[in-house]
């Protein structure tokens, strides 16, 4: 990665322009037995569609608080990437009442209806399929995100220096973030080309950072695993050696 990297933005921008079709974000739910996989290139065009939709028909500013109510998911990672490019600061798991927007999963749906701004739903299911019918006062993002545009230009320059992300009680600064990853990469052992394989959830900075930061910042990728406890033994060795498995952090 180029070191002078300050964003996660800048982190998916030189994993882009250095090798866009290896694998970044390989996606298991164990309790429905999906599976995805997105190359650099594929999950930054799902990120700039969304930045798109952050930026043009929800009119989210740098500053804005967005509540990101979603599990550890590949469209969590994607709208992670959006709210850096935009400068939107993702307050993960946050009260949505204090929120500008916020983006929820099917099941806080309810909890979301307190935030006054806009609200986008998602209904997280396979291959990013759509509600069977939007959930009443909740823009579908599997209805609205296809038509947005595949490249994206902030309307105004991401200040690495401003607040990026809150999760756990802790706000990181872009910056801030980035250098965490990086460490973070460093004490798991992370190279360019490292697979690491988690399990952890996304409600924690641990979580985000095995989940997307950290193998992003490495030059990686990850093996994303959501109810990996429904997974065997057996089963979890054969995903490990399917996947080429080279870190592990469950």
């Excluded at 929820?104 to 209806?113: H, I, Q, S, V």
């Excluded at 952890?200 to 990686?220: C, H, I, K, Q, V």
Aim: charge should be negative; charged fraction near 20%; glycine fraction near 10%.
């Amino acid at each position: 990665m180029n070191s002078s990297d300050r964003t996660p933005a800048d982190l998916l921008r030189s994993a882009l322009s250095a090798d866009p079709a290896r694998p970044l974000v390989t996606f298991y739910d164990d309790a429905t037995g999906e599976r995805v996989e997105l190359s650099v290139a594929t999950f930054a065009n799902w990120v700039a569609k969304t930045a798109n939709l952050l930026q043009g028909d929800l009119a989210a500013e740098p500053g804005d608080r967005l509540a990101l109510l979603l599990p550890a998911h590949w469209q969590s990672a994607v709208w992670l990437l959006a709210c850096s490019s935009v400068g939107v600061v993702a307050d993960v798991q946050g009260g949505p009442a204090a929120a500008d927007l916020v983006v929820t999963g099917p099941d806080t749906l309810e909890r979301a209806r307190a935030c006054r701004g806009e609200r986008v739903a998602l209904a997280l299911r396979p291959l990013g399929g759509r509600f069977p019918q939007a959930p009443e006062g909740f823009a579908d993002y599997a209805v609205e995100v296809p038509s947005q545009g595949d490249r994206f230009a902030p309307f105004a320059p991401v200040d690495a220096d401003a607040p990026a992300l809150t999760v756990g009680g802790a706000e990181l600064t872009g910056a801030q973030l980035v250098a965490r990853a990086r460490e973070d990469a460093g004490a798991l052992g992370l190279v360019p080309g490292s697979r690491l394989l988690t399990g952890r959830t996304y409600d924690t900075w641990e979580g985000l950072s095995t989940g997307l930061f950290a193998p992003l910042a490495a030059g990686g990728s990850v093996v994303l695993c959501r109810h990996i406890g429904q997974l065997d033994a057996d089963g979890l060795a054969k995903r490990v050696e399917s996947e080429r498995v080279t870190n592990t952090a469950v």
